[in-house]
């Protein structure tokens, strides 16, 4: 079974609009950490925001923040007031475990296109 | 401060040629990792090291070799290079200790064709 789902291939949004992007995770360890990155074009892959499994209230980074909805194993991120810029491909990624060095386990990612 | 980096940025290897990916960080991180990408699958973990002198195997680490005599470096060496190693792939590593958010730093990504 996938530990990490992303059900959306691709995602539309006009300018300012706000927009959400679907992570489901499987795991049976209590303590685990959520992750979102950002690809653009040009490859790099960028931090956006975290999520601690125990982390009482939902993160937030600026216009990112993290909808967790622990009971349902969901992490799902919302960008609002959607920007050109944020066109990209964008990961889920989990850290099972609460050891440091623990590798991440990607979703395959939602394709975002953000028209004006 | 540059971060992570990766030598070189693209390649281009007939079947059967060998080479080897550096990675670089100088942040101090004890851990490194490396992960290949490829169209639809996200991103992989071919090997990990969890400190200078030791490495481990990831999810997909057949046809990979790795290397960390020291600290700051991370090699991914392809013995004999096949068609099914076209990829992107990409270096990461984290420092020793959790601190919150546990961020791994991700380099450029060297873009790997076998033809």
């Known amino acids: 079974a996938q530990k990490i789902t992303q059900t959306q291939p691709g995602m539309f949004v006009q300018e300012k609009e706000a927009v959400t992007l679907d992570c489901t995770y499987d795991?049976?360890?209590?303590?685990?950490?959520l992750f979102w990155y950002k690809q653009p074009s040009s490859g790099e892959m960028i931090f956006l925001i975290y999520?601690?499994?125990?982390?009482?209230q939902n993160a937030t980074e600026g216009r990112y923040s993290l909808n967790f909805q622990k009971a349902r194993k969901s992490a799902n991120l919302v960008i609002s007031a959607s920007q050109l810029g944020d066109s990209a491909m964008y990961f889920c990624a989990m850290r099972e475990g609460n050891q440091a060095g623990t590798a991440l386990i990607f979703g395959k990612g939602t394709t975002l296109s953000v028209s004006s | 401060n540059a971060g992570v980096t990766q030598t070189p940025k693209f390649r281009v290897l007939k079947t059967g040629q060998s080479m080897t990916l550096l990675c670089a960080q100088d942040m101090n991180h004890e851990y490194m990792y490396w992960y290949r990408q490829d169209p639809g699958m996200g991103l992989r973990l071919i090997h990990y090291?969890?400190?200078?002198?030791?490495?481990a195997k990831g999810e997909v680490p057949d046809g990979y070799n790795v290397s960390r005599l020291k600290k700051q470096n991370f090699l991914l060496g392809l013995e004999s290079a096949a068609p099914s190693q076209t990829s992107v792939y990409f270096c990461?590593?984290?420092?020793?200790?959790?601190?919150?958010?546990?961020?791994?730093?991700f380099g450029p990504g060297t873009r790997l064709t076998v033809l």
């Open positions: 990461a590593s984290s420092p020793l200790f959790l601190a919150g958010k546990d961020e791994q730093f």
């Open positions: 795991t049976s360890d209590p303590s685990y950490g």
């Open positions: 999520q601690g499994s125990y982390d009482q």
């Open positions: 090291s969890v400190g200078e002198g030791t490495t």
